[in-house]
């Protein structure tokens, strides 16, 4: 019998810009290692650990029932596009309408389709690094030049203003902000937006803010640039359900942008996901519109892991770890161990069982710090931690 083996397939030029999303490969490890027997400690993957809200699960069941079954516009349900305009307009204090909004299959298609609808060739767009992933992975894969501005943990991981205002040239086409951050938990202060939006007043430059953690931030308000004079029309904002609600496998978020956009967009969700599932759709407006106390909860607790897990963290022997002010991860600097921070993550699986990411995950900058998710319970984090300890001295490192 004559084996044949199959060519290479011939990729297009692009694919070989397209980067990735360390942590669903690090879950792909972590898993197997689960599969030969060991016990693994899962602080990789930036989902909550909560069950989503009985009431939203209720009236998905419920939308099921009803025959919300079929297609629906590309740009999203009217009545749901309503209930996002509504809520974006309580929570910035600034009025949205239901024509700038467009529902996508979770936040990340976004950035996907802004990056693609507004970028191209020889364009530059500034981006935070380290920052989440996908946004070099864009940039590169349209053919844009990838600019970085730093998030410095002297700095408690606030966005530089100054850097950004400095990197912006004639080419720069976009900016990407994320407030709060992943995966820095670092949140951007009013006063570096209204810094930033002074310097944009009178020039075309639109910034995507990524604010699909908005609703975690442990003190003090989130703000948007789009809260600023004249900034709405230049901000699109990607928000949605998946942090705040615990709906991250529902795949539902949206953006809101400028109607003009706002339909290139629904074009682009037409060519690509035809629509996003109706009934999470309608599950969506109870989400919005329906009871809020399970944010809170969740924030609390929240809350009560990050001091467990930063404490925790900063007693072991060469690292060192910032509070963050948002979202639900930890960023601690590894640079005492002088260990490269890839290898160390890689080797925290292996011999002590934890699941986590090396800061380079999320771009260059981020060597020499480790991201941990602390979506997990207290009791978990607390045994990792124990490994951790337990390995790091074993090893003398
Ligand atoms: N933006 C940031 C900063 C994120 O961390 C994530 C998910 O981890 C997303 C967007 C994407 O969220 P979604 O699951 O809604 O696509």
């Known amino acids: ?55 939203i699960v209720e009236a998905a069941a419920r939308a099921l029932r009803d025959g919300w079954t079929h297609y629906g516009p590309s ?8 209930a996002v305009a509504e809520y974006t307009t309580q929570y910035l204090g600034v009025p949205v309408d239901p024509n700038e909004v467009v529902i996508t299959p979770g936040g990340k298609p976004i950035m996907f389709f802004v ?53 912006i040239t004639d080419r720069t086409r976009l900016i990407i902000l994320n407030s709060p951050q992943n995966p ?9 937006l209204k810094a930033l939006a002074d310097k944009l007043a009178g020039r075309e430059i639109p910034v995507l803010s990524d604010e699909i953690y908005h609703r975690l931030i442990y003190e003090g308000e989130h703000s948007s640039l789009a809260q600023f004079p004249g900034m709405k029309d230049r901000t699109i904002i990607l928000n949605g359900f998946s942090k705040t609600y615990a709906m991250t496998g529902w795949r539902m978020g949206w953006g809101v942008m400028r109607a003009d956009l706002a339909r290139w967009v629904a074009q682009l969700m037409t060519n690509c996901n035809s629509c996003t599932a109706s009934f999470s759709q309608i599950a969506g407006i109870e989400a919005l519109r329906g009871d809020q106390s399970s944010v809170g909860v969740m924030r609390e607790e929240f809350r009560r892991r990050r001091s467990v897990i930063v404490e925790g963290l ?20 590894i640079k005492e161990t002088k ?52 390995w790091v001295r074993k090893n003398r490192i």
């Open 1 to 55: 019998m004559s084996t044949i083996t199959p060519k290479e397939i011939h990729l297009a030029e692009r694919m070989s810009r397209l980067g990735t999303e360390t942590a669903f490969e690090v879950l792909v490890r972590a898993r197997a290692l689960e599969a030969q027997g060991k016990e693994i400690i899962h602080l990789e993957i930036g989902e909550p650990d909560f069950s989503t809200p009985a009431n």
């Open 75 to 82: 740009a999203g349900l009217p009545q749901l596009r309503e």
């Open 115 to 167: 990056i693609l609808a507004l970028a191209e060739r020889g364009d530059e767009v500034l981006y935070p690094n380290p920052g989440f992933p996908i946004y070099e992975s864009m940039i590169n894969f349209v053919g844009a030049k990838a600019v970085p501005y730093g998030l410095r943990e002297e700095q408690n991981f606030d966005a530089d203003m100054e850097e950004i205002i400095d990197k």
């Open 184 to 192: 820095t938990g670092g949140v951007i202060g009013r006063e570096g």
């Open 314 to 333: 900063n007693r072991i022997p060469g690292f060192s770890c910032r509070q963050p002010r948002g979202a639900f991860y930890v960023f601690p600097n």
């Open 339 to 390: 260990w490269n921070s890839r290898i160390l993550a890689d080797t925290i699986l292996n011999e002590a069982g934890v699941a986590c990411l090396g800061g380079t995950a999320f771009g260059q900058w981020g060597e020499g710090y480790l991201r941990f998710s602390f979506a997990n319970s207290v009791e978990n984090i607390h045994r990792a931690l124990e490994r951790i300890g337990t």
